[in-house]
């Protein structure tokens, strides 16, 4: 039945010659890694965030007076609704660990480098696109967190000179965060973000159909990555081994393990997302004692409160990113292998050091 479907199909639009040249004939360097995986769990992460979306939004209602009630509605009345709204919220979470796994990855491979950089700036810009949609939606619930913790999050623009307060009022709609702040964070978390991510993902990968995918530099084939500017060249890996079925078996494996961690901390630890002040409804007259933003945001928040003004933080967190986001055209020497690039390796160690410190700070203080 499916063979004749096959064949079928494949007198009317050649579906062969698709499964030939981007299946069976996609040939990956032979030393390919599980790290190469991560990107296919990611494109399962997001797949899975616009479902879970998709259903919560036949329950939820946006707008203030009735956010908190219809999330509470979700939780307890609706068949699995609790299931779904946890789902969404772990996967919002372990999406973005996964997202920077997939990117220090890249970084200590070095495949960012030449002829890759569209490949990291595209990616870099997707991490901020994710950031951006977790912090939209954190608001929605309308609990004590969401209105507190989007109260301290817009309030950070108010350090940038002059336009400072501007910025503030129009992230909010008003001068204060109130039912405006939910409409416009709301539209952008489920109309305008989800489709610039998804239009961005393509841009990523058609990137990476463009260059080919990079070889690890580890194992048998060099490590350098002679890359000549003169003409478009594509990176093919004649004698590699086929994405499919060898490394189609690679990304499930990877996304079966992702699923065995993602569902753990649904079923076993469902208050991860949550602090207590996300059981309570908003409330503009009760500012709660500890108002922390998420894990990955605790890092920009330290910052921000050790250095003696907001402009001074803000500063160097801006500089920061963008060094980060024109790493390839700072970073130009072809040396891919992390052992033999050490004083970038113990920087990239340093950094991650840092960023832990600065968040576990941030939670704790
Ligand atoms: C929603 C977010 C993202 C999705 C769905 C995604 C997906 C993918 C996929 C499927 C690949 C090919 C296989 C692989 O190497 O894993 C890839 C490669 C790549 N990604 Fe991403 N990615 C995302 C975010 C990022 C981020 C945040 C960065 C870095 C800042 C990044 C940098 C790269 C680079 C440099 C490559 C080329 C790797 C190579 O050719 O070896 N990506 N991505």
């Not at 301290?152 to 405006?180: C, D, H, I, M």
Request: net charge positive; with cysteine.
């Amino acid at each position: 039945m499916l063979k004749r479907l096959y064949r079928w199909l494949d007198l009317r639009i050649g579906v062969g010659e698709i499964v030939e040249k981007e299946l069976t004939g996609y040939l990956l360097p032979r030393n390919i890694n599980e790290w190469y995986s991560l990107g296919s769990v990611l494109l399962v992460i997001f797949a899975l965030q616009v479902v879970t979306g998709m259903l919560l939004m036949i329950y939820y209602v946006p707008d203030a007076d009735k956010a908190f009630k219809s999330v509470t509605f979700i939780m307890n009345e609706v068949p699995f609704g609790w299931l779904i709204r946890l789902c969404h919220a772990v996967g919002s979470n372990m999406m973005v660990a996964v997202l920077i796994l997939h990117m220090l990855s890249t970084l200590l491979m070095g495949s960012y480098k030449a002829p890759r950089e569209l490949n990291w700036v595209t990616g870099f810009t997707l991490l901020a696109l994710v950031q951006g949609i977790s912090l939209t939606g954190y608001l929605a619930p309308w609990s004590q967190l969401s209105f507190w913790a989007t109260t301290v999050a817009t309030n950070s623009a108010s350090a940038v000179p002059v336009l400072g307060p501007y910025l503030v009022e129009f992230l909010r709609g008003g001068k204060l965060v109130g039912p405006p702040t939910l409409g416009r964070f709301f539209a952008l978390h489920a109309a305008v973000l989800p489709v610039v991510i998804a239009a961005l993902i393509g841009a990523h990968l058609f990137l990476l159909k463009r260059t080919g995918i990079s070889a690890p530099p580890f194992g048998r084939e060099g490590t350098a990555n002679p890359f000549e500017a003169q003409q478009y060249h594509y990176q093919g890996h004649p004698g590699g081994i086929p994405f499919f079925p060898n490394y189609v078996l690679q990304d499930l494996t990877s996304i079966s393990v992702y699923f065995a961690i993602f569902l753990a901390v649904v079923f076993f630890w469902p208050g991860m997302p949550f602090t207590p002040d996300a059981f309570v409804p908003a409330d503009p007259f009760k500012t709660p004692a500890h108002i922390k933003p998420e894990w990955y945001f605790l890092a920009n928040y330290q910052t921000l409160k050790i250095f003696p003004s907001e402009l001074l933080g803000l500063s160097v967190q801006a500089a920061a990113m963008t060094f980060l986001a024109l790493l390839p055209f700072i970073d130009r020497s072809p040396e891919r292998h992390p052992l033999k690039r050490p004083i970038f390796l113990t920087l990239v160690i340093a950094g991650i050091l840092l960023w832990i410190a600065l968040s576990v700070w941030g939670h704790l203080s």
